[in-house]
């Protein structure tokens, strides 16, 4: 994500950042995209979201 | 005063009823070793004294009159300062609710009250839960070494049962928010499975992957506690899903089955935790439990998708105050919470699917197994001012270090316990941490609950005398 993108994505979020904000902030963001953009590729075409975690449902019982 | 060195919710409740000690004797013992202690640990942000006394009093008049409420009636607890109790204010550790006084107690906090408990007061965590001590509240203080970190995000919790300033506490599990303190400060920290107990009323920091549950001293106090926490007359939750502490005894643990999962530990825990661990599910394998490798899938998935459903989550939960009162937050919690709003949300969306598929895994690996076995934390209790994580001498970010271990359980909602398994040469504790299916929490209680009675090692309080306040 560039940092133009990053400020951007903020301040339509309405939230007010400085440069030196951004430079901490874009560490953490530049992690997250590394892991979004692994899970994307990883994900089955088929896999549905788990929206609801109630679906969790328990495994069969062996004891 | 009563000596608490070896108490227990158990040895309290039983000590009632004998006519050993009272309710009120028992509060007082407590509330004076707060008033002793908590000066340098700083376990509590609100102590609820007169509160406490009044209640104290009514479970001693209730008792004597032969009106028992249970297991609970006249315990000393006090609870993490997100669980919302009517007219005592709840800060969640922040400037944002340094105020907040709620109107009405959480759900939890009400069916706890039912129980007859005697709520001492709040206690300090991290802001929000979201892995910071935010400057206003300070860090409470790890009680074995008042220099190093006590954790996260439920340390007061932690610190408190401890220390002997409580008996039970109540904490809350994001990603490992009431084990991995548990374990740093060598008492239980129970994660029962997703959605047993209601979290209505509980200040949220991801509302998939939170989770309500028990810090005690022992794994059936914790049972005590869960089966308390539950609200309904039925002992059932919303779902139908109930826990009973009696449910324990039917669990023969002899015939268990126990996967560890090697990839995780050999890479991912400092050699120190690692040896303790090998020693307990030695221990574990001597009362008959079968022990085998299992594999937990991808684990930089899980750990991915974690953090993707938590940074997204927690900042939908926190924009307004992110947009107005931004500089309130301390300095790392706006920083994580301003990187959450920049999740594009096909990663959120993805991270949900990815979920699906983990949950698949974990599917599998609780048909093999009846239980999985890990550290509660990769390390003892870091420094208080160090930045890093060390693990067998590299440096790891916090934050991931800690939540490999103990994440998976939250993304799938499978219950978990850390049990103190004993001290590392630093003579800091460590805990097992035991995982088991969805809804089988009275099996992982069970477990935990046999190898302490395997180990027999004797409670103690740490040796804090020198820190008194007369």
């Known amino acids: ?17 400085t440069d030196a904000d951004i430079v901490r902030v874009e560490v953490l963001v530049a992690a997250l995209r590394v892991d979004g953009e692994r899970l994307t590729a990883r994900v089955a075409p088929d896999a549905q979201p788990l929206l609801q975690i109630g679906q969790l449902g328990p495994a069969e019982p062996t004891s | 005063m009563i000596d608490v060195s070896a108490m227990t919710v158990a040895r309290a409740g039983a000590a009632f009823r004998a006519g050993h000690f009272s309710p009120r004797d028992l509060a007082e013992t407590y509330l004076k070793r707060v008033n002793e ?72 906090v009400r069916a706890l009250s039912n129980a007859g408990v005697v709520p001492l007061g709040k206690l300090n965590m991290l802001e929000f839960a979201y892995g910071v001590v935010h400057p206003d509240y300070g860090p409470a203080r790890n009680p074995w070494n008042l220099e190093r970190s006590s954790g996260g995000s439920s340390s007061g919790s932690a610190v408190a049962v401890a220390a002997g300033l409580c008996l039970a506490a109540l904490g809350s599990d994001t990603g490992g928010s009431i084990r991995m303190p548990a374990a740093w400060c060598g008492v239980v920290g129970f994660k029962p499975t997703y959605d047993l107990v209601s979290r209505a009323g509980v200040v949220p920091l991801s509302w998939s992957l939170d989770h309500v549950g028990p810090l005690t001293r022992t794994a059936h106090d914790a049972a005590l506690m869960l089966e308390a926490m539950i609200p309904r007359p039925d ?9 009973r502490a009696a449910a324990l005894d039917a669990v023969e643990v002899p015939r268990l089955r126990i996967g560890v999962p090697r990839q995780l ?71 994580r919470l301003e990187a959450g709003v920049a999740v594009p949300a096909v990663h959120y ?50 934050f ?22 004993g ?38 309080l740490p040796a804090l005398d020198g820190h008194l306040r007369r």
């Open chain 1, 1 to 17: 994500m560039t940092r133009q993108v990053l400020v951007a994505v903020l301040a339509a979020s309405g939230i007010r950042v």
């Open chain 2, 37 to 108: 202690l908590d000066g340098v640990l700083n376990s509590y942000i609100t102590v609820t004294s007169d509160a406490a006394m009044s209640l104290a009093e009514r479970a001693t008049e209730e008792l004597a009159r032969g009106v028992d409420r249970g297991p609970l009636h006249g315990i000393p607890v006090a609870y993490k300062d997100l669980f919302d109790t009517a007219g005592v204010r709840t800060t969640a550790a922040s400037r944002i609710y340094a105020h907040r006084v709620p109107d009405r107690d959480a759900d939890v």
């Open chain 2, 235 to 243: 002992g059932t939750n919303a779902r139908g899903r109930g826990f």
């Open chain 2, 265 to 335: 530990l050999d890479a991912g825990v400092d050699q120190a935790v690692r040896r303790l661990i090998e020693d307990a599910l030695s221990d574990l394998a001597e009362c008959g439990t079968a022990i085998e490798d299992v594999s937990l899938g991808d684990l930089d998935d899980i750990l991915a998708a974690e953090l993707t459903i938590l940074f997204a989550e927690a900042s939908a939960f926190h924009i307004p105050w992110l947009r107005e009162r931004a500089e309130d937050y301390a300095q790392l919690t706006r920083e």
């Open chain 2, 349 to 398: 969306i993805n991270a949900l699917r990815a979920r699906e598929a983990i949950v698949g895994v974990f599917r599998e690996v609780f048909r093999n197994v009846d239980l999985v076995a890990l550290p509660g934390a990769p390390t003892t209790a870091m420094g208080l001012d160090e930045k890093y994580l060390s693990i067998n001498g590299d440096p790891v970010d916090i």
């Open chain 2, 400 to 421: 991931r270090g800690l939540i490999r271990i103990t994440g998976p359980f939250n993304l799938t909602g499978t219950p978990a316990v850390s049990v103190p398994c």
């Open chain 2, 423 to 460: 001290c590392a040469a630093d003579g800091l504790p460590v805990g097992l941490q035991l995982a088991g299916r969805w809804y089988e929490d009275h099996v992982v209680l069970a477990a935990a609950r046999a190898f302490e009675e395997r180990r027999a090692a004797p409670l103690r």
